[in-house]
C-alpha cells in the first residue's frame, strides 16, 4: 500500500467535461507532483508545488490547472480535455530537498473520449 | 537535452541469476540516483537510491554508482518471477531544489522459471 492516495482509481470523461483529480498524503512531505504517463513511457512531470506553491510548470497546457489547497492535498483541474491526454496520471510527494526520493500514488487512469 | 539512457531491453535471465540493469546519463551536475519498479498497470514503486559513489545495497539489490563514468547500475541477485517489471532509472536534474527527475526509458525484465 502507497502512503500517497490517489482518487478517482479511473475516470472517463467527456472532451466537454469537468473534472478533477485528487491526491493526499500524510508522510509530512512538503513537495508535491504530477507526472503524466502514457503507455510504456516513462512518467513525464507536469507540475511541482513546494511548500504549497507552485514552483515548476512543464509547460503544460492550460486545459490542466492544478492547486494545493494545504500541505497535504494537491489537486488536477481537468477542462476541455483531448482523447490525446488519456493516460495514467501520477501524484508523487517527497521531503524537502534535492536528495530526497520521490513517493508515488497509485495514479489514476484517465481516458478522454 | 540532458539525458537519462537505459538498456530497452527486454532482459531475460532465468530465476536465481542476477539481473544488471544499466543506465547512464548527460548532466555531470547530477546528485541523485533512484531506481524504480513499475508492474504492468500499476505506479512506480521506489527501490533504491544512491548519491555516492560505490555501492549500496538492500537485501537482494545492490545500486552502483560511478559519476566519473556517468553510470548508475542495478543488480538484482537471485532473481524472482515476481521481480518481472519494468525498471526506471531516474536523475534528479542538477541545480534544482526538489524532485525534477528525468526517468530512462526503463528497462523490462522477465525472470523465467
Known amino acids: 500500500d502507497t502512503e500517497v492516495t490517489q482518487t478517482p482509481k479511473h475516470l472517463v470523461m467527456g472532451m466537454t467535461n469537468k473534472k478533477s483529480l485528487k491526491c493526499e498524503q500524510h508522510?509530512?512531505?512538503?513537495?508535491m507532483y504530477w507526472y503524466k504517463q502514457k503507455a510504456k513511457k516513462p512518467p513525464e512531470l507536469m507540475f511541482v508545488?513546494?511548500?504549497?506553491?507552485?514552483?515548476i510548470n512543464e509547460s503544460v497546457p492550460s486545459r490542466f490547472s492544478p492547486e494545493c489547497p494545504n500541505s497535504s492535498l494537491l489537486n488536477l483541474h481537468l477542462h476541455a480535455l483531448q482523447p490525446e491526454d488519456s493516460a495514467l496520471y501520477l501524484c508523487?510527494?517527497?521531503?524537502?530537498?534535492?536528495?530526497?526520493?520521490?513517493?508515488f500514488g497509485n495514479g489514476t487512469r484517465l481516458t478522454v473520449t | 537535452q540532458k539525458e537519462v539512457e537505459q538498456n530497452s531491453g527486454p532482459l531475460s535471465v532465468p530465476e536465481g541469476a542476477i539481473a544488471s540493469l544499466n543506465c547512464t546519463y548527460s548532466d555531470r551536475g547530477s546528485q541523485s540516483f533512484f531506481w524504480y519498479r513499475q508492474y504492468s498497470g500499476k505506479s512506480p514503486e521506489l527501490i533504491m537510491f544512491i548519491y555516492s559513489n560505490g555501492d549500496k545495497e538492500d537485501g537482494r539489490f545492490t545500486a552502483q554508482l560511478n559519476k566519473a563514468s556517468q553510470y548508475v547500475s542495478l543488480l538484482i541477485r537471485d532473481s524472482q518471477p515476481s521481480d518481472s517489471a519494468t525498471y526506471l532509472c531516474a536523475v534528479n536534474a542538477g541545480g534544482t531544489s526538489y524532485g525534477k527527475l528525468t526517468f530512462g526509458q526503463g528497462t523490462i525484465l522477465t525472470v523465467h522459471p
Open positions: 508523487a510527494s517527497s521531503q524537502e530537498g534535492r536528495n530526497s526520493p520521490l513517493h
Open positions: 508522510m509530512g512531505h512538503r513537495a
Open positions: 508545488y513546494s511548500y504549497e506553491k507552485l514552483s
